[in-house]
């Protein structure tokens, strides 16, 4: 049946790029950086975890922690290295900073794109599935793998929104994001709060990236490309908002899936970025945007 | 005065340096260009330099040692033209060897024309490459063609699938499954002619864009035709699609052409989905083709802990090739070499090399044959790559994962 391998196909990889956008809108929501090496660092993940599979032989779930910690170290030091000197700068004039942060990741974003394809090769990798074999949805053979990777995704969404809404650091992320001068007349110290932020960012861009690696396969070639998508997701959905960015991610996967089975996988993206077009003509703030 | 005898001193001793140094030979520069991020690439350079060291080891030729001029393309025909470019005008290169990408080595044929210096590429395949020196003899006769053209890789397959697969399994039709690029054009329009010769008919030919990454509505749609076979033709793509074919468990068998599949590195690439993946290769661990198959693997294995993929052995090959046309020039000049390389015939790794001659639509292009070069059909099997077509060892026989099913006769 078409019309339910598209409604599973397109569920999987849409709460994949949910999970991937999550992170970059709320990096831009609390510390108003716009991560260009994004697409980098979930390849970094994917490429760790596949290291780790095959050099220790380790099982998929051991691979899947390494990978993410390969993303907390990648996005680390994309702070530390990149945007932390650029947003301390006494040179840079406070207007530019956020243009020289964004050239600063892409930059950043080639180096690792390079450096991996300089010891990996740009072949891509693929770790073992978390859990292997086939299952019968609706009369549609699909890798228990995909349904998994839709719970996870979220499940940690749905942690991500009980860490921001229900616990005391959550809610300072909250109000970072918000007006971030207020919070530190009230005491807090902002350098944590972006440190958190960052922390946040690496796990979820890690995650997405290991499970990236067990659907389809990650490949250095791809960093730029999945940049792109999250990029045109955000702000599709609207820059800043979490709510926004899930949407846009369904609407963004289920246009692709859509196109690659009714038209030609190779027309994939097109429709999503013509929709991005037309969105930011109508209503440039995105879909559910408060900017 | 005696500072005049001192002066006098220092510049015989210099005149006699300056002599011995012009009886040590300048070195024979080869230029290698490929794509060093893609596994086809590293073997090329790999296989490149296996080659040259041994050659040096051996004495180099007539006592000059051969030296490597490197350059990554990038997957880039534009970077590949900038380095030939380099290659001959700055660094002084005999002949260049290289490229595994079509459009690349298309994109070179004419400045080896311009430039005068032959270019062999080790790992191309598209037909157009070889057409282009017949029709135009005298401006491309510089360009060699060191690994079968797409048309007889099609051929090869069919060879196979008709002596070997036809005869235990019902193989009666299939879907072609390419990427679209320059070499796959010639290789589907060979497919479509040489499948149905041995009673396979194609039921569709789909060609997927190369930056593909999902292939399930692809494998979907092929699943919905029932074909007894889908006969690939990829190159860029291998990983993706074979760990999604496995994951998905579609339930018909892959066989063709599949390069990156030719890579020792495979099983592990793809963590065991290659297991059944039935592809067309040069040589393998186990086929020996020639006396030198089985210890080129060794020392490649050796030397850089993984066996070799096809552009390992062809650029060996084209090494040796080029050194034995230099010995028979007597001279690294363009036009004797293009001479002294017509005559090859050289028994390397992957058979033996022979070039076809003008009169052939395929100029320059290697001899396809069982007394030249046939090249393999090999199958995946628990973390090896075993040799079933043309000569086998008794106990190799094919072996398809449970999710796939081949029909008996």
Known sequence: MLAVQILIDGFAISALYGLGAVGFTLMFGVSGVLNLAHGATMVVAAVAAWVVAGQLAASPWMAAVAGTAAGVITAFATYFLVVRPIQRSKSVPAAEKEIFVLTGTLLWGIMIQETVAYFYTDNPKSVQPLIAGVMQIGGVRTPINELLIAVICWAVIGLLWLLVHRSKAGKVLLAASINPRALTLLGFELSRVYLSVWAIYGVLAGIAGVLLATFLGASSAQASQLTASAFSIVVLGGLGSVAGSLLAAYVVGYLETLTAYLISPTYRSMPALVLLVIVLYVRPRGLLGRR | ?409
Not at chain 2, 102 to 107: F, H, K, Q, Y
Not at chain 2, 163 to 176: C, E, N
Not at chain 2, 285 to 302: H, R, S, W
């Open chain 2, 1 to 409: 005065m005696r500072g005049f005898a001192l002066i006098a001193a220092a510049a015989l001793a210099c005149s006699a340096a300056e002599s011995v140094q012009a009886q040590t030979k300048e070195p024979i520069r080869i230029g290698v260009i490929a794509e060093e991020s893609a596994i086809g690439g590293t073997g090329i350079v790999n296989g490149a330099h296996l080659a040259v060291d041994a050659i040096n080891a051996a004495g180099g030729v007539d006592g000059r040692k051969l030296e490597i001029m490197q350059y990554d393309d990038h997957s880039s025909a534009a970077d590949a033209v900038r380095a030939f470019q380099r290659a001959v005008s700055q660094d002084k290169v005999v002949a260049v060897i290289g490229t595994y990408i079509s459009e690349v080595a298309l994109a070179l044929e004419p400045w080896a024309a311009r430039t005068h210096v032959p270019f062999i590429t080790s790992g191309a395949a598209s037909n157009e490459i070889s057409r282009h020196i017949h029709e135009d003899y005298d401006k491309n006769k510089y360009t060699f063609h060191e690994y079968m053209t797409s048309a007889f890789i099609a051929d090869s397959i069919c060879d196979s699938v008709k002596d070997l697969l036809q005869r235990k399994y019902s193989i009666k039709s299939a879907v072609v499954l390419s990427e679209d690029a320059a070499w796959t054009t010639p290789l589907d329009a060979e497919y479509l002619v040489c499948l149905p010769k041995i009673g396979v008919k194609v039921l569709d030919h789909i060609r997927f864009s190369p930056d593909t990454s999902d292939f399930t509505p692809l494998y979907n749609k092929i699943e919905g035709e029932k074909p007894d076979v889908i006969v690939t033709g990829i190159s860029h793509t291998g990983v993706q699609p074979t760990v999604q074919w496995a994951q998905q468990q579609v339930p018909i068998p892959m066989i063709g052409m599949s390069s990156q599949a030719t890579s020792g590195t495979f099983w592990k690439d793809t963590n065991g989905a290659a297991a059944g993946i039935v592809t067309f290769s040069v040589a393998a661990d186990g086929a020996n083709l020639t006396a030198k198959t089985q210890p080129f693997i060794n020392d490649y294995i050796k030397r850089f802990g993984e066996a070799p993929n096809y552009t390992a052995y062809t650029t060996h090959d084209a090494v040796n090739v080029l050194v034995q046309a230099v010995k028979r020039a007597g001279s690294t000049d363009g036009e004797k070499l293009v001479a002294a390389l017509e005559q090859t015939d050289y028994v390397g790794t992957i058979g033996r090399v022979q070039f076809y001659g003008r009169d052939s639509q395929f100029t320059h292009a290697m001899k396809y044959g069982p007394e030249y070069v046939t090249g393999i059909m090999l199958q995946w099997q628990n973390a090896k790559q075993v040799t079933l077509w043309p000569k086998a060892s008794p106990e190799a026989k094919f072996s398809f994962p449970a999710f796939t099913q081949l029909q008996k006769p």
